[in-house]
Each structure stands twice: as C-alpha cells, then as structure tokens.
C-alpha cells in the first residue's frame, strides 16, 4: 500500500504533464524539465534513502517519506507559477526513492546490468535482473515488477504486480 502510494505520487507531475503545459503555456524543453526533475531526483535519492534505511530501518524512514510525499501532492495544485510547479516536482521526486526496495528490510536495490543482478548492499542480498526473484542473501520473495505501457513517443507506468513467489 505505501508503495503504491509513493508510485502514484511520484507519477504525478509526468501524468499531468499535458495539463501543466497548457496551463503555464511551457515549452517542450520546460515541460521535459518538469517531468525529469522527479525522475532523477527519485534516481539520485535511492542510495541515502537506503544508507538511512539501514541506519533508521525501513518503517521509519519510509512513514517519513510519505509524509513528504504527501506534502509535496498537495502543494502541487496549489503552484501558482512553473517555479512553484518545479519545486513541487523537486520534492515529489523523493516519492520514488523507494521504488526499487528490496523485499528484505526495503533498502533500494541497485541494478549491476554488467552482472545480470540488482544488488541490495544493506545485507547483501541480490536480484536477478531479468525476473526479479531473490538469488542469495536474506530476500525470500521477488522484487515487485512496475507495469510498463508505450503510448507513442512516451513509456507510462500503469501499475504494480506484487508478487509472493
Ligand atoms: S534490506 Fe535488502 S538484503 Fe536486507
């Protein structure tokens, strides 16, 4: 449930980036600025969340990114201004720190692509990268896998699977 929280928040600024141009009149350059900003800051944010995680553990830090994440949905459509709407989207990007949690103790995982894994360096624990099922260390259950969908020139996440095997 919190993940899927924190999902759709962060999705939130990519969703209505149509409605945010027309609005505030952006260029295209302005509005790719405006939709990458939580993406990369999701990115950027994953290894402090997860040093945090091991530090703090997963329930505490996770409430308190929902709590951020909260605040940041609900300053969205109160922007006046594409600044505003920016730094919005700078705060909503800490929704997505969680996105690759590990299904041990919910420190991000990080992806090896030259090893095939997703690593998670909290109690070492790793992924395959392909399917997402644990291969050693502490996870039993398979990284939850994001529903991808191509419209066009743009790739939408739809949805979670969580998986149990
Ligand atoms: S939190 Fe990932 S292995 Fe423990």
Do not use: N
Not at 47 to 65: C, E, K, N
């Amino acid at each position: 449930m919190s993940f899927t929280l924190s999902f759709a928040a962060w999705g939130l600024i990519g969703g209505l980036a149509s409605v945010f141009a027309e609005l505030y009149g952006l260029t295209a350059s302005r509005t790719a600025l405006l939709v990458a900003v939580p993406v990369l800051l999701g990115s950027l944010a994953r290894l402090p969340m997860g040093m945090l995680t091991d530090r703090f553990g997963g329930r505490a830090v996770f409430t308190a990114l929902l709590l951020v994440s909260a605040l940041a949905a609900w300053i969205v459509p109160t922007t006046t201004s594409y600044a505003s709407l920016l730094a919005a989207a700078f705060l909503l990007g800490l929704a997505g720190s969680y996105s690759q949690k590990c299904t041990h103790l919910a420190c991000a995982v990080i992806p090896q692509p030259e090893r095939g894994v997703l690593h998670c360096p909290c109690h070492e624990g790793y992924f395959d990268l392909r399917s997402g099922r644990p291969i050693a260390g502490p996870p039993s259950r398979p990284l939850a896998r994001i529903l991808l969908e191509v419209r066009g020139r743009d790739i939408y996440a739809t949805g979670v699977e969580w998986r149990t095997t």
